[in-house]
């Protein structure tokens, strides 16, 4: 039975009854199996309307555009099918904060562009490896400069270390 309506899903240019059936009475059940053929059956229509395929609904006639397909899966599905099905479509605006010192430790604050600086250069160290301090902590790093990671700078009794910009120096936590 699922085989005919996955082949029914991905070449008939009718969006049958017996499919829908299908896909509604998924919502009646718990078992992830069910859910997950929903999404694949859903997503594969929504891939074929996408690239301009006309698929007509039996029952009423339309033929979905992908806005009006959309509004289909959002009005007759749950969130979680909606968001497997639509949710990693759409690129989300990214929110970015700062550190702030404060009595009991740091507090995240929204910055408005996202492009202030997390760290300072001190020095480099070769070609490869810079010092760097993080602005808000002064904790010292090292960074890779080809790899962009950095590592944590421990003094020789294996202690953190911050950058003390006044006194120019690197001093154990």
Do not use: H
């Not at 899903?9 to 053929?37: G, P, Q, R």
């Amino acid at each position: 039975m699922e085989n005919i309506l996955f082949q029914t899903a991905k070449n008939s240019n009718v969006f049958t009854s017996e499919l829908k059936s299908y896909l509604m009475e998924s919502m009646d059940y718990t078992s992830i199996s069910f859910i997950n053929t929903a999404v694949e059956l859903l997503t594969m229509l929504k891939i074929r309307i996408d690239r301009g395929d006309r698929i007509a609904d039996e029952e009423n006639g339309e033929i979905y555009t992908g806005k009006s397909f959309e509004r289909f899966v959002k009005n007759n599905f749950s969130d979680y099918i909606y968001r497997q099905v639509y949710g990693n479509q759409k690129k989300e605006e990214k929110i970015y904060f700062k550190l702030q010192e404060c009595e009991d430790g740091y507090n995240l604050l929204l910055t408005e562009d996202g492009k202030q600086p997390v760290y300072a250069w001190i020095s480099s160290l070769s070609e490869r490896f810079s010092l760097v301090y993080m602005r808000a902590t002064g904790i010292v790093y090292v960074k890779n400069i080809k790899t962009g990671n950095y590592t944590p700078f421990l003094s020789r009794n294996g202690k953190y270390c911050r950058y003390d910009l006044e006194l120019g120096k690197i001093l154990e936590v």
